[in-house]
């Protein structure tokens, strides 16, 4: 079992910045890939960016690229997503995930994921 715990959420205007912070805890030794999605009142959970267990490999969906960065710190258990340039339509509840082992794969895919975080708010004002 794993644990996962986000913070960094917040109230911020357009154009502003957030760095999101996901903390894994439990069975840490095992590899997992860590996925954050975001979810909007009214919208269906949406895949935002990936980072592999090595940290040697990130993938980011087309409308966060240039703006978001996600990177990890396995000696602390912490996944970073940096969120920069931040719109109103980037408003929602973001979520960090584990996918156990090594492959990306399907890493876009929510079902894939076995752990999944509570959640945190990030809201942008215009």
């Known amino acids: 079992q794993v644990q996962l715990v986000e913070s960094g959420g917040g109230l911020v205007q357009a154009g502003g910045s957030l760095r999101l912070s996901c903390v894994a805890s439990?069975?840490?030794?095992?590899?997992?890939?860590i996925g954050w999605f975001r979810q909007a009142p009214g919208k269906e959970r949406e895949f935002v960016a990936a980072i592999s267990w090595s940290g040697g490999s990130t993938y980011l969906a087309d409308p966060v690229k240039g703006r978001f960065t996600i990177s990890r710190d396995n000696a602390n258990n912490t996944v970073f997503l940096q969120t920069n340039s931040l719109k109103p339509e980037d408003t929602a509840v973001y979520y960090c995930?584990?996918?156990?082992?090594?492959?990306?794969?399907?890493?876009?895919?929510?079902?894939?994921?076995?752990?999944w975080g509570q959640g945190t708010q990030v809201t942008v004002s215009s």
């Open positions: 439990g069975r840490t030794s095992s590899s997992y890939a």
């Open positions: 995930a584990a996918k156990p082992g090594l492959s990306m794969l399907f890493i876009t895919t929510p079902k894939e994921y076995s752990y």
